[in-house]
């Protein structure tokens, strides 16, 4: 332990019935780091974490702070010794705007009543009162001038914020960027940041490393929870690596390959190379002309988008997070009205048909979030698994369901897609499982019907590098198979590691169309942001012709 | 025909007050998502316990005060048992509500009889007098019991505090996702109980207004209903206070006329055209036990226009309303 240790947690156990989530764990954080905590999902950080912010309390093991011995009852205790924590599912009120999610619990007085106001008609010595500053923050409630401070605090970061919208009204970037205010708010010492990067563009994670990187240099402290091994490179000087709810080692990262580090995470190899054969198009599975849909919020968020799929192809459609491609997406996948344009999967014209109608033309959707739309959190995995199929009359004669057949199903998808945590199928639940399982449970349910169309929104944001690597080669074996496939994702490498096409989306149109073998990053970076040039830049949405051989790129 | 009007309008006012009572205490507590559907039970327990403390004491202000002091008690016992035991929110309510039927019933037969001097009407001091003079609505507005007025002041009370307060909001926060304000330091158990035991403490007002100003007697299960309107107003109202204020005095009116159909006469002539097919429906739709469900009706629409129009943000039911809270489940 040297003299610039500020963290120090101590043989730290916590045990839920069955399940040893931290077996005595060791961390230390030194003053002004960014020490990176790497780990599969179910590793333990997220405990680890939790404990460290008084959600949970420890079985043994002691935390230190500075020095001194934390006992952490709760949040507050946690938030009173300068730790902050930025939650990797969303902890935000969507009814609520930016500015009051963000002063939540910091009893934030009206105007007139704060210590620091200059011009209040109070009189300073009544402002200062310890009972008129108690009152004050109970029963009354300030807005401006906190405002004024997130609006501040956002410019200084380069997050693009109305402090004064509501949640609902941002996409799910912009409410990352809130989370990571609500803390910078609170002044902490220490930063917890759970998977921070999993929502944002490349371009805006570069900001976000510019700021953490400004924000040691005063001497925060921060712990980075991350699956990206790209990450740790770039930003982490020490990182922890946990397995199964054991420290596996503390290293410099200077120190370690990337592959080591794979290797402590995962505990074997981990292949990074995706190997990509040439698979025939078929016939256009999907054609989309002049499609034009609004967001939640009513806004245009399509203005005319014209897209064809084939079979066996897979299109990659990249742009920065809210430009449309949510809503493209849940278009695509029958969710979402169209205001304008036509809809033809397999030739057959389904425009403003029912969802269930998408389903029984073999279109399949991953969503980008998979708790809230990807799955019936409180159901079991059985009917989450079964959720799209239980009508077709393999499970049964109709009215009645044959549950040993559903059964039966469910756990061969939960074989086949190597879905960890599940004891029973129909006992656990789909929300109890990690983030890469249920995303594997999902992905199964929409393969496992041989779509012909597939549209995977983010499939591999937030999950682990294991389930990562399952994952894209699930989609490149589905391509195989001559499914045509809508692949959504911020990550450009997974853009280019896995697609035939590439689109560039901005601002609800394509405005770039390339292949990954003649792609230029940088003209991809400019377009996805509006910087591209405009002579060349309207997008060439037309197919090639039938037939024609993708080449391997990989 | 006016003095008619002007009479309902005064039967409008107390009946909206009992409702407006109620309501408040039960949009406090649901907007900390926790549903109390024992406010039937709560206003009893407060109406026969304002009741006999003004028979013992001659103070009605007294009886007022150990109506909601009551009303908080058996609160406390709904958040114990939803709040601290996380029970489920709609049997506990429901058994309250029987509980305090029952034991209202059984202590209060000795108490019939009794005759109090409740509540007095008042004029508001200096203008009051020719506020009074208005023609129609002067009486029904402007003399009314110290609690009538005590509601509408409330009401502001209310909207402010949770709306334009950090303890409202830290309430509405606990109401919508109790984890998310448990990781911004609220304490998601204390805000329920308190907001629980506010809404307690409303209802036991309610309660204590109807026996001690409205009727001025105790009669046994004599809130008929009345506490399970205000749950239907807080979904009416859309769990917004402003909005309660017109649902209050809406259903209030529907109360108001439902006592007095009798004395209306709106069926046509026997010699008027279609007399025949109007008249037995009129009399249908007068008929008091069919005007006393007019406001459940209301709320079925009103909640059916809600779902229609609204979008995400509008659909004002807070998020996390019948969820009990623990912070350590994985």
């Not at chain 1, 120190?255 to 402590?264: D, F, G, I, K, P």
């Not at chain 2, 926060?173 to 907001?195: C, I, N, W």
Request: include cysteine; glycine fraction near 10%; proline fraction near 3%.
């Amino acid at each position: 332990m040297s003299e610039h240790t500020t963290l120090r947690m101590e043989g730290i156990l916590k045990e839920f019935p069955g399940v040893v989530a931290n077996d005595h764990v060791n961390l230390s954080v030194e003053r002004g780091e960014i020490h990176g905590l790497l780990g599969e999902n179910g590793a333990g950080k997220s405990t680890l974490m939790k404990i460290l912010y008084g959600l949970y309390s420890q079985d043994d093991g002691d935390i230190y702070l500075d020095g001194e011995r934390l006992d952490l009852e709760s949040p507050q205790d946690a938030i009173d010794a300068g730790i902050g924590m930025v939650h990797q599912h969303f902890m935000l009120i969507p009814r609520l705007t930016v500015a009051e999610n963000v002063v939540l619990g910091e009893r934030e007085p009206a105007t007139a009543f704060r210590s620091d106001a200059e011009d209040s008609w109070l009189p300073a010595a009544v402002r200062n009162n310890s009972l008129v500053q108690s009152l004050a923050g109970q029963f009354s409630l300030g807005l401006d001038v906190p405002e004024q401070r997130i609006q501040d605090l956002a410019d200084q970061y380069g997050f693009d914020i109305d402090v004064s919208a509501k949640i609902w009204e941002l996409d799910v970037g912009q409410q990352q960027r809130v989370e990571i205010l609500k803390a910078l708010y609170r002044d902490v010492d220490l930063l917890i940041l759970d998977e921070p990067t999993a929502v944002l563009t490349p371009t805006e994670a570069e900001r976000l490393f510019d700021s953490l990187e400004r924000l040691t240099d005063e001497g925060l402290s921060i712990i980075f929870i991350t699956h990206k091994l790209t990450e740790v490179d770039a930003i982490v000087d020490r990182v922890t690596v946990l397995r199964e709810g054991q420290n596996v080692g503390t290293a410099e990262v200077s120190s370690v390959t990337r592959a080591e580090l794979a290797e402590m995470m995962v505990g074997r190899e981990v292949l990074f190379e995706i190997d990509r054969d040439a698979v025939d198009l078929g016939e256009p599975v999907l054609r989309a002309r002049g499609v034009e849909a609004t967001n939640n919020r009513n806004i245009e968020a399509l203005s005319g988008v014209d897209l064809t799929v084939r079979q066996g192809e897979i299109v990659g459609i990249a742009g920065v997070s809210g430009n449309g491609q949510k809503e493209l997406a849940e278009v695509m996948a029958g969710i979402r009205d169209v205001t304008a344009g036509e809809l033809l999967v397999n030739g057959e014209d389904i425009t403003g048909a029912k969802p269930k109608t998408f389903v029984d033309s073999g279109v399949s959707f991953v969503p980008e979030d998979r708790l809230q739309y990807g799955c019936a959190e409180d159901l079991s995995v059985m009917h989450n698994a079964t959720m799209k199929d239980f009508r077709d009359g393999r499970f049964g004669d109709r009215p009645f369901l044959d549950y040993g057949k559903l059964r039966d199903y469910a756990e061969t998808l939960v074989d086949e897609f190597d879905v960890r945590g599940v004891s029973d199928v129909t006992e656990t639940k789909a929300g109890d499982l990690s983030g890469g399982n249920l995303q594997k449970l999902i992905l199964a349910r929409e393969i496992y019907r041989d779509p012909d169309l597939l549209i995977a929104n983010q499939p591999t944001r937030g999950v682990d590098v294991g389930a990562i690597e399952f994952i894209r080669e699930t989609l490149l074996e589905q391509r195989k198979a001559g499914t045509g496939i809508i692949l959504l994702s911020e990550d450009l490498d997974e853009i280019f590691d896995l697609s035939d096409r590439i689109l560039v989306v901005y601002e609800g149109e394509f405005v770039y169309e390339t292949t990954p073998a003649e792609a230029d990053r940088e003209r991809i970076g400019l377009e996805m942001t509006g910087g591209g040039d405009d002579d060349g830049g309207e997008a060439e949405t037309s197919p090639p012709p039938s037939g024609v051989t993708q080449g391997s790129e990989s | 025909m006016v003095s008619f009007i002007a009479g309902l309008l005064d039967a409008t006012v107390q009946a909206a007050t009992v409702l407006l009572l109620a309501g408040m205490g039960e949009l406090i507590s649901e907007r900390a998502g926790v549903l109390n559907l024992g406010v039937e039970g709560m206003m009893l327990v407060g109406a026969l316990g304002g009741f006999i403390t003004t028979v013992l004491t001659g103070s009605h202000w007294l009886g007022f005060g150990v109506g909601i002091l009551l009303g908080m008690i058996l609160a406390l016992v709904h958040a114990f048992l939803c709040i601290t035991l996380k029970s489920n929110q709609v049997i506990s309510g429901v058994m309250l509500t029987l509980l305090g039927a029952g034991l209202t019933t059984f202590f209060g037969s000795g108490w019939v009889e009794e005759s109090i001097e409740g509540f007095p009407q008042l004029t508001l001091p200096l203008v009051g007098q020719y506020l009074v003079g208005i023609p129609v609505i002067g009486e029904a507005f402007f003399r009314s019991t110290a609690t009538d007025y005590l509601a509408l002041g409330l009401l502001v009370v209310v909207w402010y505090f949770l709306h334009h307060s950090n303890l409202g909001l830290e309430m509405i926060a606990v109401g919508e996702d109790p984890e998310m304000a448990d990781t911004m330091g609220v304490s998601v158990f204390r805000l329920r109980y308190l907001a629980v035991l506010i809404g307690g403490g409303f209802a036991g007002a309610a309660g204590a207004h109807l026996s001690l100003a409205f009727s001025q007697l105790w009669v046994p299960g004599m809130t008929a209903g009345r506490g399970w309107i205000a749950v239907a107003l807080v979904i009416f109202a859309q769990w917004r206070p402003r909005r309660m204020l017109v649902g209050a005095y809406l259903f209030g009116l529907l109360d108001a006329l439902r006592i007095r159909s009798q004395s209306i006469s709106l069926t046509l002539g026997p010699d008027a055209p279609l007399a025949g097919v109007i008249n037995p429906i009129v009399e249908f739709l007068m008929n008091p036990q069919i005007m006393g469900t007019y406001p459940y009706l209301a709320t079925i629409i009103v909640l059916a226009y809600a779902v229609i129009r609204t979008k995400s943000d509008q659909l004002a039911v807070p998020s996390a309303l019948l969820q009990a809270y623990s912070r350590e489940t994985d």
